[in-house]
């Protein structure tokens, strides 16, 4: 069965330092999605992304963050300076594209990242 | 601002014992509503999607509600396993694609 998948799966960096995470959605998919959950929290939604731009994004998702699908296969995260509130799971799904009401988006299993 | 909210926060059940799972949200205005399962570790599996104008959906054991104008609905679980033992998180899409989730409720089913 399809499915997105996400590495690494433990990311460990140093404040200031910039990480990429990375995902790859399932192959015929549009919609490609981050999200994140901070340890005892809700999952958060952060960003999407079709057709090669950003469509929504969150009050999370400034200037810090950005993201990119570099190939065909390949969606990421970029944290240009982390801090320590950064730590958190992040979460990688994509959907089809199937309109609004019918959308199932399918989840990675997680980048965990912390922040020192 | 669209809030979600679900009770109980955690769940004890003994195997066998018929449950339900409940989540409310804060505005009526939603596309849909989903019901997700999360295990320690690791990802959401999408378990039932329900369109704003559907009142429920069934997947095997589990039946998913939904009353849209009062902002409520419930996950029921028939003759719970062991294996049920996860975190089933709610979450509503409104304006866009975007997910809106619940706290979640952490269940533990005991053989």
């Known amino acids: 069965e399809p499915e997105v998948t996400q590495t690494p799966s433990h990311q460990v960096t140093q404040m200031g330092q910039e990480v990429i995470l990375r995902c790859v959605p399932i192959?015929?998919?549009?919609?490609f999605y981050w999200y994140r959950q901070i340890l005892g929290q809700k999952v958060e939604f952060l960003v999407s992304?079709?057709?090669?731009?950003?469509?929504?994004k969150s009050e999370i998702f400034d200037d810090q963050f950005s993201v990119e699908r570099p190939d065909g296969s390949n969606f990421t995260l970029k944290i240009r300076s982390t801090k320590l509130e950064d730590s958190a799971m992040y979460f990688c799904a994509s959907s089809d594209g199937e309109k609004i009401a019918k959308n199932i988006q399918y989840f990675g299993a997680g980048t965990r990242l912390s922040v020192l | 601002k669209q809030e979600v909210t679900q009770i109980p926060a955690a769940l004890s059940v003994p195997e066998g014992e018929n449950l339900v799972l409940n989540c409310s949200f804060t505005?009526?205005?939603?596309?849909?509503l989903q019901w997700f399962r999360q295990d320690p570790g690791k990802g959401l599996t999408s378990l039932l999607l329900?369109?704003?104008?559907?009142r429920e959906q069934t997947s095997g054991r589990l039946n998913a509600s939904l009353d849209k104008s009062s902002g409520r609905s419930t996950l029921y679980i028939a003759a719970s396993q062991p294996g049920d033992s996860a975190t089933y998180l709610c979450a509503v899409t409104q304006a866009g694609t975007a997910l809106i989730f619940g706290k979640g409720t952490t269940l533990s089913v005991s053989s």
């Open positions: 992304f079709y057709n090669n731009e950003i469509s929504e």
């Open positions: 505005d009526s205005a939603i596309y849909n």
């Open positions: 192959s015929n998919h549009l919609y």
């Open positions: 329900i369109q704003s104008s559907q």
